[in-house]
């Protein structure tokens, strides 16, 4: 079993910047694909970005590309998501999640290829 706890969201003006991170517990988490997704109100959850287990590829939905960077620490089993030149779109609840199989070098979007996720943090970008 995995847990997975996410901190970093709060209130930023258009253009500022927030750093995201997920905590997740349990020794064989190091080598979990992990995803963040995000949900706006009335929204379907939306893919983020991605990366391997192994750090070494990953993946940003177009909208973020250039502006947001995840990264991963597995010694201390933590996965960030940098986000700079926040836009008022991007508001929503974010969420990371964790597949529990995968090469270390496999990727995964879709929500449903998942096993674990986080209980979300709100992240609110005002114009």
């Known amino acids: 079993q995995v847990q997975l706890v996410e901190s970093g969201g709060g209130l930023v003006q258009a253009g500022g910047s927030l750093r995201l991170s997920c905590a997740a517990s349990?020794?064989?988490?190091?080598?979990?694909?992990m995803g963040w997704f995000r949900q706006a109100p009335g929204t379907e959850r939306e893919f983020v970005a991605v990366?391997?287990?192994?750090?070494?590829?990953?993946y940003y939905t177009d909208s973020v590309k250039g502006r947001f960077t995840i990264s991963r620490d597995n010694a201390k089993n933590l996965v960030s998501l940098q986000m700079n030149s926040l836009k008022p779109e991007d508001t929503a609840i974010y969420s990371c999640?964790?597949?529990?199989?995968?090469?270390?070098?496999?990727?995964?979007?879709?929500?449903?290829?998942?096993?674990?996720w986080g209980q979300g943090t709100q992240v609110t970008v005002s114009s």
């Open positions: 990366i391997s287990w192994s750090g070494s590829i990953t």
């Open positions: 349990g020794r064989t988490a190091r080598r979990y694909p």
């Open positions: 999640a964790a597949k529990n199989s995968g090469t270390p070098f496999q990727i995964f979007r879709r929500p449903t290829e998942y096993d674990y």
